[in-house]
């Protein structure tokens, strides 16, 4: 698991929107360190499950905070279309710079902060590590966007950050208890949902607490829209 190192002062309190964070925060410092990593375990989850169900057309996947694209390219590889979106331009510059991007014609990017992005509608959404970094007070709103996108038997992918994480304090972070979880995911048919707890480092070795969701979920047919 490796997030970024974690550059916050959280004495700070001249605080500035997150997408500004997104621009500001060292980003490239952990694009640097994560560079060359395998996709995410909830992304190659979702994949194979939709490998199993037979479809026709290309299937068409949301890479929503993108990062360097270690996910977008393994979407590419496995024959999906992509929109790739991120806050930072050094994720998307080091996107469309990967030398293992398969047909980049399928590959469209965004630069764009979660707060205020439109959502197109897409068959998987995929957030690696990305939506704790949405505003607190822009995160209902952004996960029903989120909801509203993908498509009845579509699914969602990703991680969101517990209560008991070291970063939970930090005033612009976006982080929920097994409750909120629960309830964010009632939409879905939850297929994967591993808590991860435990002590260890962020991607430039600082130590912090964990607490991770690992989250794959399938939309219901008869899901509500619009929250
Ligand atoms: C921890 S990285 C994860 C990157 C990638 N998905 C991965 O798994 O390695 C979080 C990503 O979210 C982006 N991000 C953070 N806050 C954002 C915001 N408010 N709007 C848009 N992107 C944001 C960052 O630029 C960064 O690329």
Redesign the pocket.
């Known amino acids: 698991m490796t ?2 190192t974690e550059k916050h002062d959280t004495t700070d309190t001249d605080l500035k929107p ?2 500004v ?2 621009t500001t925060r060292d ?1 490239v410092g ?1 694009f640097q360190a ?1 560079d060359g990593r395998e996709p ?1 375990e909830t992304l190659v989850e979702a994949i194979k499950r939709f490998d199993a169900e037979a479809v026709e057309a290309t299937r068409f996947a949301v890479d929503l ?3 360097e694209g ?2 977008s390219a393994a979407l590419l590889r496995a024959g999906w279309k992509v929109h790739a979106i ?3 331009p050094d ?1 998307i510059r080091r996107l469309i710079s990967r030398g293992d991007l398969d047909d980049p014609s399928r590959l469209t990017m965004q630069l764009a ?3 205020s992005v439109e959502l197109p509608a897409c068959d998987l959404l995929n957030a ?3 939506l704790p ?2 505003r607190p007070e822009c995160f209902e709103t952004m996960w029903t966007r989120i909801v509203d996108a993908i498509r009845p038997d579509g699914r969602f992918c990703g991680q969101l950050f517990g209560d008991r994480d070291s970063w939970a304090k930090i005033p612009d972070r976006s982080h929920q208890t097994r409750e909120q979880v629960e309830r964010l995911l009632e939409p879905f048919d939850v297929e994967q949902m591993k808590e991860d707890e435990r002590e260890g480092e962020d991607s430039h070795g600082t130590a912090k607490h964990w607490h991770v969701f690992h989250i794959v979920a399938k939309k219901k047919q008869d899901a509500k829209v619009g929250g």
């Open positions: 997030p970024p997150a997408f964070y997104a980003w952990y994560i995410r905070g993108c990062g270690r996910d991120d806050g930072h994720g902060p979660f707060e690696s590590f990305s970094f949405c």
